[in-house]
């Protein structure tokens, strides 16, 4: 079965990180580009973040740029984001797709994972 699967949210306070990981199950990351994406409570699913196979190409939305960090590692077939200087406004499920992904946006999704939730609240 192709899957992708997230880990690594929770509840953090304003101005905490949050390490985001998603792991792909029954295939290799080597040659698609992930993206992640965030719902908000009552809000449609936004891209917020993309990176190439090679990891040579990212992505950042507006809202996270220069607070977010794409990754990758091809062997361990993981993605990972990093999220520093959380905002109560980056709340939300969180979850990664195989995407379509270039410096300017993302599109497309397919094989979600499940999404982690991540709370950011004092």
């Known amino acids: 079965q192709l899957r992708l699967v997230e880990s690594g949210g929770g509840l953090v306070q304003p101005g905490g990180s949050l390490r985001l990981s998603c792991v792909a199950s029954?295939?290799?990351?080597?040659?698609?580009?992930i993206g992640w994406f965030r719902q908000a409570p009552g809000e449609e699913r936004e891209g917020i973040s993309c990176?190439?196979?090679?990891?040579?190409?990212?992505y950042y939305a507006d809202s996270v740029k220069g607070r977010f960090r794409i990754s990758r590692d091809n062997a361990k077939k993981m993605v990972y984001l990093q999220m520093n200087d959380l905002k109560p406004e980056d709340t939300g499920v969180y979850s990664c797709?195989?995407?379509?992904?270039?410096?300017?946006?993302?599109?497309?999704?397919?094989?979600w994972g499940q999404g982690t939730q991540v709370t950011v609240s004092s």
């Open positions: 797709a195989v995407s379509i992904c270039t410096a300017a946006s993302i599109r497309g999704a397919n094989y």
């Open positions: 029954g295939f290799t990351l080597d040659y698609v580009a």
């Open positions: 990176i190439s196979h090679s990891g040579t190409t990212t």
